[in-house]
């Protein structure tokens, strides 16, 4: 996987991240799960969750800001 496809892959929500990352789960949780699938399902959870962990901290940042103009005004 290039970094051009996994940023582009990335373009999506925090939801569709996080809905992906479950569906990963339970592929690597189901016994039938394939062995040779099994790195390429542990970098797609890796792009993701540092998705998330980047759109949580973003999110975070921008709420400290807002709740610091609240107590000026």
């Known amino acids: 996987m290039s970094k051009k496809s996994t940023e582009k892959e990335l373009e999506i929500s925090y939801t569709q991240a996080m ?3 479950e569906t990963i789960v339970s592929h690597l949780q189901d016994p039938k799960c394939d062995i ?3 790195r390429d399902y542990t970098k797609q959870a890796i792009a993701l969750l540092k ?3 980047t759109r949580l901290t973003q999110t ?4 400290k800001k807002l709740l ?3 107590e000026n005004d």
């Open 19 to 21: 809905e992906q990352l």
């Open 60 to 63: 975070d940042e921008e709420l």
């Open 36 to 38: 040779d699938l099994l």
């Open 51 to 53: 998705f998330c962990k």
């Open 68 to 70: 610091i103009e609240i």
